[in-house]
């Protein structure tokens, strides 16, 4: 019975998951044509996770990061139609400074932040419930798009953890507890969280949001490592591989394909 239930939290321990979901302005479509799409700069953070389970941030990593995000999103843009530029600077945009970037950055990351907490951790603002999206950069999206001449700007926040070695080490010795009737409270590995927006830069709006959430139980295991070019892949994929059309849409094109007449 012992080495079952020794089996069992080992199983247990070493669950992982990977969790996507995206919400759309109601009337949301998107973008075909050509349309003008600015992809911002990546803002990501990549750290390691210590014993006691604070994560330290790695100027090293998170630069190697954000130059393979950069690279996954221009191998990703390359395949979809419109006009795009993807910002590995601040100050890659002629006529725009770099402080007006990261003031643009700064807002983004406090609007993203409430979306993915008030639609996605079931923190909801009753005024806001059943409207789809309902958030804006303001004027300040605005005025980017007369500026340059975009119609929209996709922004990415993303944040990555690695477990060091006295935590790899800490999760061995819990793991190794159970073999002998004492498992030690599962202190969990690294973990993944981002999201993506669109913004319309005609009217401000966020017309469009991603959410990605990964993570393992077992410290030292990866899932979608963002140093290295095929973890940023991945993770590009996840975020912007279908971009999903809003809601009243998608009822729409629901209803018009069960009346369209058979083809035979």
């Known amino acids: 019975m012992r080495s ?5 939290a080992l199983s247990l321990s070493l669950s992982a998951c990977v969790q996507t979901r995206q919400i759309a302005d109601l009337q949301f479509t998107p973008p075909q044509g050509n349309y003008k799409l600015l992809v911002m700069r990546p803002d990501v953070t990549v750290g390691s996770v210590k014993a006691g389970g604070l994560t330290e941030p790695r100027a090293d990593w998170t630069e190697a990061a954000r130059a393979n995000l950069v ?19 601040r100050d890659s945009i002629p006529g725009v400074s770099a402080d007006t970037v990261a003031e643009l950055e700064r807002l983004h990351n406090a609007v993203g932040s409430s979306i993915a907490l008030h639609k996605f951790a079931g923190y909801e603002l009753p005024t806001k419930r059943g409207r789809g999206l309902d958030y804006t950069l303001g004027s300040d999206a605005v005025r980017l798009g007369q500026a340059t001449g975009y119609d929209y700007a996709l922004f990415m926040h993303a944040e990555d953890s690695f477990a060091d070695s006295g935590r790899v080490a800490m999760q061995v010795v819990g793991i190794a507890g159970c073999f002998i009737g004492f498992c030690a409270p599962n202190i969990g590995g690294g973990g993944q969280s981002a999201y993506a927006s669109l913004v319309d830069l005609r009217t401000g709006e966020v017309v469009w949001f ?30 912007l591989g279908r971009m999903k059309p809003g809601r009243d849409v998608r009822r729409a094109q629901s209803a018009a394909a069960r009346t369209a007449p058979e083809k035979k």
């Open 71 to 89: 690279t996954a999103l221009r191998a990703q843009q390359a395949g979809r139609g419109g006009q795009t530029t993807i910002m590995d600077r």
């Open 4 to 8: 079952v239930l020794a089996l069992g």
């Open 210 to 239: 991603n959410v990605v959430q990964a993570g393992t139980q077992v410290a030292g295991i990866k899932m979608g490592d963002l140093r290295k070019p095929e973890g940023a892949a991945q993770l590009v994929d996840r975020l």
